[in-house]
């Protein structure tokens, strides 16, 4: 449009001599149309490119949600090895920095890249079906920035990568820290992590910094060979125009193709900067993504079955798959439903071991778990973990309110459920002496609880769920001796017909277990009831006496 107004201009121009009226007067209606044409094509261009970013903007965004989604459930189905052997920091980066890289290559660089293809095919094809040979001197530049951009592409691709691992870092540094706050306080340790974190802040600063500086090579790449490019039209046009090869309109429209070509070859060194970013992000997003649970389900669902409790470890070996510590050798038990076993030894014998594979939180190593009668991993995983009731020693409360945390346990009980459970676990008055009672947000992790209520509440949201099997993991060992008998005492009617193993360091005269366990280094060194262990005089028996002589002493 613009070389045939020109051109016709021009024609008209050198055919008559005229005032600028009586130009005006003639020719003002075609130069009307022909400006009237431009603008029209230019607001159809904007409204396609409206609708052009609506659809691939909103795409991007689309696919960033669901890729969050995708990360997050995978995260949620790896077993716990996994989560022992990498980072919080990093989990976190890869589902927020990394998944924002990626979507910034399918929203923006896809739309741009698009932008760049099609007009730079359109733009060739008209350029070479008017001229030939003008084309070949105004694209005469472009092989030599294909081959820089390549170049310096996989430059930006490996220093991508190892930002986005030191980004990676610096979140579980700060994720760390701040969970471990108090004990960084409490030893007085702020300077040293701060300049820790310092650090690694500068060292993730300069990697950034060298990664700016080959991005800096791209713009002014990009101006240098297109200004060539507007030079040698210009130039060699002009010479065309001269010798009458060309209309002065065909120089001009040459010189807009190389202006319409130039934000998206300026942008190439933006684009291809993304791409890289995107492709190591991608690879980071795709190892965790690629990663295959050790635990899995193999049975049906089988929702809502009970447990009747029969519980069998045939030769049970383990080794924790992070570390390879050989943490059962040859366990072999069988507990009766409605039996109560007790399991004592010393620090790492291997009693927490046994409720991680009773939950299946691991597989074991060799040897078999029957429960019902039936392999462990034949029973469908969410029904086997609902009906077991599980109160570790270290419990993990969510920052939400007090009723919440104990609703998670049965998220349909109702108000009058979790009052009488907090009750029955000597929390209630507790509760009740809160900002809001029941409705009190608890601070990250229970941070604004001490570790008698964090284990009380525990102990109320694993009883709301009203479970077949209860293990119940030294969850007594933050509170008084008053709290600790009252507890006993619901814990004696609770566990009435209901199988549980009670893992603990001390000794409970007001429960009446069928068999107590003693691990030594992950073997049974000793099984029987109270008054068998008694006789036999080993480390059940050497430790009973040290807690009553210990109990005697502090009563007088």
Known sequence: MIR???????????SRTSTSEVFSEVYGTDILIFAGKVIAFSVIAGIFLYFTRQTLIVMSRLIEYDLRKEIFQKYESLDTAFFKKNRTGDLMSRITEDVNKVRMYLGPVLLYSSNLIFTFVIVIFSMLSV??????????????????????SSIINKRSEIIQKQLAKINSISQEVFSGIRVVKSYAKEDKFVKHFDEECQDYKQKNIHLAKVNAYFYPL??????????LTVFMGGKMVISGEISAGTLAEFILYVNILTWPFTAIGWMVSIIQEAEASQKRINEFLQEEPAVFNIAEDSSGNLLQGHI???????????TNVHALKDVDFTIEPGQKYAIIGKTASGKSTIADLLLRLYDVTSGRIMIDGKNISEHHLGNLRQRIGYVPQDSFLFSDSVSNNIRFGKPSASQEDIEFFAKKASVHEDILQFPEAYETRIGERGVNLSGGQKQRIAISRAFIKEPDIVILDDCLSAVDANTENAILSYLNDALKGKTAIIITHRFYNLLNFDKIIVLEEGRIAEMGTHDELIQTGGFYAEQYQNQMTDSYDSSK
């Open 4 to 14: 045939e107004s020109l051109d016709f201009i021009f024609e008209k121009v050198n």
């Open 222 to 231: 990009m101006i240098l060979l297109i200004s060539a490019s507007t030079l």
């Open 312 to 322: 069998s470890f045939e030769k049970v070996n383990f080794h924790y798959p992070d």
């Open 131 to 152: 001229s030939p040979k003008l084309s070949f001197y105004t694209l005469l530049p472009l092989p030599f920035l294909s081959i820089s951009i390549y170049f310096v």
